[in-house]
């Protein structure tokens, strides 16, 4: 037993159609040899990258399109075989900057000629769904949510936007959504990485959506043995959407330890809520230090709304309960009183309140890791097989400019 118990399971998933027939990458690859994979961009590496790489798993003889592709980072995988990147991709300092060229990515990635695939896979959270496909082509988008920061008002509080950018926003942003709408219309089938993006994508495009969880590498956590100790922990990316500032001060104001593993650039206001005693702050952490953390952790705490999130999955493969903020992917992920600890409101109290909660529970580590394997890499490549099988017997499809 471990501190954090009560029997809860997932609900059924809704398909946005009929079942997704049975079918294997093996079959796919037969029926369509020639595959493009279509990612937004490639500089570094993240969770919809990791579905990236499990989709050339699927069809090892795929080319990759991008806008923006920095090789640096990646592994034999991505470098090994042709990475096509837009005329962006050649402008200084554009692996770096790549967010201020987003207005002008769909135009760049829209001249690509894509007529000589088979099929067209894009991975998309912004642009990669807009690619142009001839009626021939079957186009699956694997969509990781609708552009976030054009439909979600508030999304972009915390970030640093000087007075002429954030004068220059509400037009810009209205643009984008035209512009991720009018794109809405290219693929013949929307995949959603959990059922909140595809409410998302229902609500946004007007299309229906399959749900196919995104894969997570469960196998390398599941072999990882358990050493409890008397500190929580914060792992990620630190950038605003996340409130990693809400770890830290729930933490403070119990006087709970916690580490906090990661950086970006919402660190410095992390950093000004820290000085309470037991509060590290360790940087980005290579992989072993991950594993090693999550070993002696009491709990993972991720106050964040994401789309899926990978890292609570892995947590609770690696036995580690997992305190949640109870939206979006969480709520998929983390069943709540029996791997850890959902909370209502992004806020230091209803945090705390939930740390609270979870000291008085008693979890149990093979309910953690069974729940965790449901995720595995397998389960979505038969998965993401079906949905591609459906697509091909035109589920899904709407006319061009039909969504509202």
């Known amino acids: 037993m471990i501190p954090g118990g009560l029997a809860c399971s997932l ?34 590496p993240g969770g919809s990258e990791q579905v990236v790489m499990e989709l050339l798993e699927m069809f090892p003889a795929a080319e990759l399109f991008t806008t923006v592709y920095d090789p640096e980072p990646w592994p034999a995988l991505i470098k090994d075989r042709p990475v096509h990147a837009t005329w962006l991709s050649r402008l200084p300092g554009a692996s770096r900057h790549y967010p201020k060229l987003l207005p002008l990515m769909s135009s760049a990635l829209r001249r690509f000629d894509l007529s000589r695939f088979d099929l067209v896979i894009s991975s998309s959270h912004a642009n990669a769904k807009n690619v142009r496909t001839p009626p021939s082509t079957l186009h699956v988008c694997y969509c990781h949510t609708p552009m976030r920061y ?34 809405a219309s290219e693929p013949d089938l929307f995949v959603a ?20 969880h995104p894969p997570v590498e469960v196998e390398h956590f599941l072999a990882i043995e358990r050493d409890p100790q008397d500190y929580y922990l914060a792992f990620g990316r630190v950038v605003p959407y996340k409130r990693v500032d809400l770890a830290v001060a729930a933490c403070a104001k119990l006087g709970r330890p916690l580490k906090v593993a990661g950086d970006g650039r919402a660190m410095d206001g992390v950093r000004a809520l820290a000085g309470a005693p037991g509060i590290e702050l360790l940087g980005k952490v290579p992989q072993a ?44 992920t983390v069943l709540d009183g029996a791997t850890g600890v959902l ?15 979870f000291e008085s529970l008693q ?42």
């Open 11 to 44: 609900g059924a998933v809704q398909p946005a159609g009929p079942p997704a027939p049975a079918t294997s990458p093996v079959d796919l690859r037969e029926r369509f040899p020639r595959v493009a994979v279509v990612h937004d961009w490639l500089t570094i």
């Open 150 to 183: 054009a439909w979600e008002e508030g999304f972009l509080e915390g970030e640093e936007v000087g007075p002429a950018m954030r004068l220059a926003l509400p037009p810009l942003l209205a643009w984008l959504r035209r512009q991720d709408l009018a794109g």
């Open 193 to 212: 990485n959990s059922r909140h993006v595809a409410d998302r994508i229902e609500r946004y495009y007007g299309r229906p959506a399959e749900v196919v």
């Open 289 to 332: 230090e991950r594993d090693r953390l999550m070993v002696g952790a009491r709990a993972l705490l991720f106050p964040g709304e994401e789309d899926f999130g990978i890292v609570p999955v892995e947590a609770q493969a690696a036995g580690l309960p997992v305190i949640a903020y109870g939206v979006g992917g969480a709520l998929e």
């Open 343 to 357: 909370f209502a409101e992004q806020s230091v109290d209803s945090l705390a309140g939930a740390i609270e909660r």
């Open 363 to 404: 979890i149990e580590e093979a309910v953690l890791r069974e729940n965790a394997r449901s995720f595995g890499r397998e389960r979505f490549r038969e998965e993401m097989a079906g949905a591609i099988e459906l697509a091909a017997r035109g589920a899904g499809r709407r006319p061009v400019g039909s969504a509202p």
